[in-house]
Nanobody, 124 residues
Framework: QVQLVESGGGLVQAGGSLRLSCATAARTFSTYVMGWFRQAPGKEREFVAGVSSEGNAILHAEYVEGRFTISRDNGKNTVSLQMNSLKPEDTAVYFC?????????????????WGQGTQVTVSS
């Protein structure tokens, strides 16, 4: 079992920055592909970014490319999402996810574990 705990959400003005973190005590963290998803009110959950188990492959969704950066630290069992130049349309609950042996941009149904989510609100 892999328990994921997100932190770092909050309220920020458009153009601002936030850094989300996801931590786990699982000793097998370094074997998992890690990802971030988000779900805005009334919308389906969507992929934001993914990183391979060793951190050598990264992918960001086109709507966050150049503004968001995913990274991981296998020594600390954490994955982070640095979010810059935030826009009101980035407002959503952000979820951390973990999966074994899946593509870094795998569809939602293939991820094995999910965090509880953290709210990000961007005001205009």
């Amino acid at each position: 079992q892999v328990q994921l705990v997100e932190s770092g959400g909050g309220l920020v003005q458009a153009g601002g920055s936030l850094r989300l973190s996801c931590a786990t005590a699982a000793r097998t963290f370094s074997t998992y592909v890690m990802g971030w998803f988000r779900q805005a009110p009334g919308k389906e959950r969507e992929f934001v970014a993914g990183v391979s188990s060793e951190g050598n492959a990264i992918l960001h969704a086109e709507y966050v490319e150049g503004r968001f950066t995913i990274s991981r630290d296998n020594g600390k069992n954490t994955v982070s999402l640095q979010m810059n130049s935030l826009k009101p349309e980035d407002t959503a609950v952000y979820f951390c996810a973990a999966g074994l042996g899946i593509p870094i941009n795998a569809p939602e149904r293939l991820w094995d574990y999910w965090g509880q989510g953290t709210q990000v609100t961007v005001s205009s």
